[in-house]
């Protein structure tokens, strides 16, 4: 692990606050946007991470709030389309009407307006995985299950709650035609609710398609492979296989990824989603040190 791999970099303060600017913006659904920003001389991102924005009014009053980051790709000079170019991220933000930050970023915000970014931030809640040092003490405090491909190439379950998806798509749009097999299950209340809907479906059609004409296993879960999973709790769309209802844990355990292949986890959402969740893949025999979890706060 380098000191990069942490957000820690020696050449300055990786917390400092960074001048950006909104480049463009595009609607999820009718409350949810998601903002590229560019962002001068910042370190390259990493799939999972998470930024802090701070929003500066006329009187000096400023306000701080964390977003993950929905898409890493342009972040670095390579993926920004040459040395030189500006580094861009994008988040993507759900308006809380009673909120302070969010209603102006869904709302207001508009190519040009400033933004100071911290970040990006985050270590652990990424993928890829950061690759240990065989005698880190990591492994000492977090034993790798017996018989488990190692974090770099098990296969991964995304677990994503509402905006939870937002870190989640970014890992989905990192992975390349050789990842290890990825399959998302996102949670909404109903069809308006899909973050990603068009692009998330039209990349598990491909995989299908690719698989249908390849060599990969019987269930499609050859490398780069990807499926998508969506559970509505409130309401349906029309024709969908699964009614509206709650997710439940015999649910989960048929949904995902068995605990027998040692898929790497990532659950994402609110605070309630993620210990639910969370929890209930440990009931169903993933070892905790698979499950990786990040709270965007609420209830
Ligand atoms: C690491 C991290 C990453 C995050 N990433 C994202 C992201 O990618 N997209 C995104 O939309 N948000 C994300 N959030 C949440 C975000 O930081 C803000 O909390 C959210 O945008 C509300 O800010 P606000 O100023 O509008 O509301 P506030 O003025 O702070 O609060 C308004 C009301 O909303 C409630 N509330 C705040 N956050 C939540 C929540 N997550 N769930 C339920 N109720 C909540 C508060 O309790 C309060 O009642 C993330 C949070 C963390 C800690």
Do not use: K
């Not at 480049?23 to 799939?47: K, Y």
């Not at 995304?158 to 990842?179: E, F, K, Q, T, W």
């Amino acid at each position: 692990m380098t000191d990069g791999d942490v957000g820690l970099d020696s050449a300055g303060d990786p917390y400092a606050w960074l001048p950006a600017v909104v480049v463009s913006s595009v609607a999820q659904t009718s409350r949810a946007r998601s903002l590229t920003l560019a962002v001068p001389g910042l370190r390259s991102a990493r799939a999972g991470q998470h930024v802090d924005l701070r929003l500066t009014a006329d009187d000096g009053y400023t306000a701080v709030r964390s977003y993950s980051l929905s898409d890493v790709r342009a972040s670095n000079d390579a993926g920004s389309g040459g040395a030189g170019r500006v580094p861009r991220i994008e988040v993507t933000v759900e308006r809380f009407d009673d909120g302070e930050v969010s209603p102006y970023l869904v709302d207001a915000a508009e190519p040009g307006d400033p933004i100071e970014v911290r970040g990006p931030i985050g270590g652990w809640f990424v993928w890829p995985p950061t690759e240990f040092e065989p005698d880190s003490a990591v492994h000492a405090v977090l034993p790798e299950p017996d018989g488990a491909a190692p974090p770099t190439s098990a296969p991964v379950q995304l677990i994503g709650g509402g905006s939870g998806v937002a870190p989640l798509m970014a890992m989905v749009r990192a992975r390349g035609r050789d990842a290890p097999p990825m399959r998302l299950l996102a949670s909404v209340r109903d069809p308006g609710s899909r973050w990603f809907v068009t692009e998330l479906d039209e990349a598990a059609r491909a995989s299908s398609a690719r698989a249908a004409s390849g060599p990969h296993s019987a269930a499609g879960e050859g490398p780069g492979s990807f499926a998508v999973d969506w559970v509505h709790s409130r309401e349906a769309p029309e024709g969908h296989a699964r009614r509206a209802g709650r997710l439940t844990r015999d649910e989960l355990g048929r949904l995902v990824l068995p605990a027998s292949e040692h898929p790497l986890v990532y659950v994402c959402g609110a605070n309630s989603f993620v210990a639910v969740v969370a929890g209930w893949m440990v009931e169903l025999g993933h070892a905790p040190t698979r499950v990786r979890t990040e709270r965007f706060g609420g209830v």
